[in-house]
């Protein structure tokens, strides 16, 4: 199959503009008579499903939580992109899509993107009207702070709560319309295929997690919306239930999946504590502002620090290793989330790992204690001040900046992080890959659309802090309800869609059958046993460090290991009742087969990129070694000369990177 993206012809500033004015459009009266069906009500779906209600569509919408309002996108703390300018500090829609494709290695769509940029603004003026609180200065107006990889400031945020106010903001949207009828909500149920009815999406099967009830439900088009997959990981920073199985499904039923292998890995996380752990805590990325990471220089002090013999306060500048300030003194503390991470496990295989585990690095605020305090004494006209009290002044100015941070690391590690090092290890956090959808977000599947994390287009092989909240609001807000609207156009007189025909049947009998195999399978080993296992192999082998050998033998790995569950997984309970040990059989079944395709498109891949770091790459002198390849078609068409390429590859060489230049029609 051709892959056609549909992005429209033109000059990429007016694509979208002259786009939008020429497609079918279905008129009030008719939307009346068109059902949507939206899985996933996060940032995304929760967006979509307000506006395609409010616009008079009849919405269903699917969530496996109990409410929308607990979909994983609350957990988001730092931002939401715009490019508002407000701050008068020269950003403009250019330079954050600019910034959005650079940032993603140059391997997103970058019509998409620049679509994302023009609508961001929107999405401000759109949350400002519903409520949003989002933070503003001492004059009252809306406040913005700095991420990594730009240099402007344009990310909105409310506190560290922003994924939370947005989504509260939404779901109020939402539940407008459900008080209208407009939607009709289904909490607790979780969509386990797609139907196609003659070539199209019309409709879906689900299951009443709280009754086990199977269930079908149509539509005319069906939406997914179904949020990322880092969990294939088992360990990530995601909410415990993030899944692939909404897109897993529409992609065995014929929907191209991309990028399955482009993971972001986020270098400021709480370690693992050990082989018990379900779960990774995110610490911001701001923190780098002001921490220095470091590993102790000679094996014996990690030795005797994992020993508990000594302590990390114990150690002399010159017994410490400022690794990224020594590896790049340009950048220090504040290279790339990638670079970041890749140093941090490089360290950690090395041996000098600080923690149990042996994959911890240090995260130390003692210098900007020292600075700060400094600083303070000298305004508060303190004369000679102690060295405690410098301390003290020092550690106030960070407790004001990032107090509510350092409050959580000390409740989940149970240790001072004012007066001890934080300790810090890369962590899964975004997957960038997702199911290919075309510039209408359609997926190859008519009918069928794939929006916010759950789709591949707008982030490449990295995704830019703040981007993915502005992403999901884009798509649910403001792209897909027009688009979406083209392909309903053929749709106003096609009337009710039919649950009694014969690929309903066939769709649900696949989905009971299964279910009915894992309760009576009485296997031996648990859901929890394989998805450990998987995720083991995934971060082992299909993690930063990639190298041929190590994918092949995850590919075998991966493959032994589903035919195991199959035969031998247990599901406790029946499946008439609220069993999650169930659910979560089903969504570690889709993992299995996911991470297969995840490790085989890694090695096709014979390129570092983003978080990903391909081992063959290594250089005589044993530096790392990365190849890039650049798609510059549209900003070439922007810019009209390739000047971006030449001055990227000035910033790409200090980390000793070749650029291959490639382009693509
Ligand atoms: C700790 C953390 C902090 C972050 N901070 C930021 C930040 O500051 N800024 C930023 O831009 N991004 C941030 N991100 C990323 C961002 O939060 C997510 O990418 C984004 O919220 C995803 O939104 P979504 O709507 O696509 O999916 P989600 O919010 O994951 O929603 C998925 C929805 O799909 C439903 N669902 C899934 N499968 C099924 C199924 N089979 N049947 C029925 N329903 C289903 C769920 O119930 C849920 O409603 C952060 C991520 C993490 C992990």
Known sequence: MALDSKVPKGPIKDKWTDYKNQINLVNPANKRNIDVIVVGTGLAGGSASATLAELGYNVKAFAYQDSPRRAHSIAAQGGINAAKNYQGDGDSTYRLFYDTVKGGDYRSRESNVYRLAEVSANIIDQCVAQGVPFARDYGGLLDNRSFGGVLVSRTFYAKGQTGQQLLLGAYSAMNRQIARGKIEMFNRHEMLDVVIVGGKARGIIARNLVTGEIERHSAHAV?????????????????????????????????????????????????????????????????????????????????????????????????????????????????????ASRAAKERSDAGYGVNATGEAVYLDFAASFERYGKEQAKIQ???????????????????????????????????????????????????????????????????????????????????????????????????????????????????????????????????????????????????????????????????????????????????????????????????????EQLAKAGRVADFLELGELFAKDALVREESAGGHFREEHQTEDGEAKRIKEFQFVSAWEYKGEPKDAVLHKEELAYENIEVKERSYK
């Open 381 to 579: 006209n303190i004369q000679n001040p102690s060295e405690a009290k410098i301390k003290a002044l020092g550690q106030e100015i960070v407790k004001a900046k990032y107090g509510n941070l350092f409050q959580m690391y000390e409740k989940i590690v149970d240790e001072n992080p004012y007066e001890t090092p934080m300790m810090i290890y890369p962590a899964v956090h975004y997957t960038m890959g997702g199911v290919w959808v075309d510039y209408n977000l359609m997926t190859t599947i008519p009918g069928c659309y794939a929006i916010g994390e759950a789709n591949f287009s707008d982030h490449g092989a990295n995704r830019l802090g703040a981007s993915a909240l502005m992403q999901g609001l884009a798509d649910g807000y403001f792209v897909l309800p027009y688009t979406i609207g083209d392909y309903l156009a053929d749709d106003i007189r096609t009337g009710t869609i039919s649950t009694e025909s014969p690929e309903f049947e066939a769709a649900e009998k696949e989905v009971t059958e299964r279910i009915e195999f894992f309760i009576n399978n009485e296997g031996t080993h648990s859901v929890d046993y394989y998805h450990k296992k998987l995720g083991k192999i995934m971060w082992d082998k299909c993690g930063m460090s990639r190298n041929a050998e190590g994918l092949e033998t995850a590919i075998e790995e991966i493959s032994a290991l589903r035919k195991d569950f199959w035969q031998n997984v247990n599901v406790p309970g029946t499946s008439a009742e609220y069993n």
């Open 223 to 339: 939406v997914i919306a179904s949020g990322g997959y880092g969990n294939v990981y088992f360990l990530s920073t995601n909410a415990m239930g993030s899944n692939v199985t909404a897109g897993w499904k529409v992609h065995k039923k014929g929907a191209y999946f991309a990028n399955p292998c482009y993971t972001q890995i986020h270098p400021t996380c709480i370690p693992r504590s050990g082989d018990y752990q379900s779960k990774l805590t995110l610490m911001s990325e701001s923190l780098r502002n002001d921490g220095r990471i470091w590993v102790p220089k000679h094996m014996e002090d990690v030795l005797a620090i994992r020993e508990g013999k000594k302590k990390p306060t114990e150690l002399t500048e010159e017994q410490r290793d400022y690794y990224l300030e020594r590896r790049y003194p340009a950048f220090g503390n504040l290279v790339p989330r990638d670079v």
